[in-house]
Nanobody, 115 residues
Framework: QVQLVETGGGLVQPGGSLRLSCAAS????????MLWYRQAPGKQREWVAT???????YYADSVKGRFTISRDNAKNTMYLQMNSLSPEDTAVYYC?????????WGQGTQVTVSS
């Protein structure tokens, strides 16, 4: 059974940083592309970043230069380092692993950027 568990969300002031984690079980993350999405209140879920199985990274324009996606193969965990946070980054953040056997999502972790 595949499980993705996000942690690391919370309340942070504008300009601050957070690091989100996505721990996987039942699947080997390095074999797949992994993605982060987010959903703000009243808005559609939007793509944030991708790390390919080969380690290539891609970012939405809204987070480029501020967010960094990475993966620790030994821990089977993916990360999203978020710097220079603004209130517009407030959302529930989800990790996602699309595979041929199914599309897997975590339960989400809330990030709130507010003074």
């Amino acid at each position: 059974q595949v499980q993705l568990v996000e942690t690391g969300g919370g309340l942070v002031q504008p300009g601050g940083s957070l690091r989100l984690s996505c721990a996987a079980s039942g699947i080997i993350l390095r074999d797949y592309a992994m993605l982060w999405y987010r959903q703000a209140p009243g808005k559609q879920r939007e793509w944030v970043a991708t790390i390919s199985s080969g380690g290539t990274t891609y970012y939405a324009d809204s987070v480029k230069g501020r967010f960094t996606i990475s993966r620790d193969n030994a821990k089977n965990t993916m990360y999203l380092q978020m710097n220079s946070l603004s209130p517009e980054d407030t959302a529930v953040y989800y990790c996602h692993c699309p595979t041929g056997a199914g599309n897997y999502w975590g339960q989400g972790t809330q990030v709130t950027v507010s003074s």
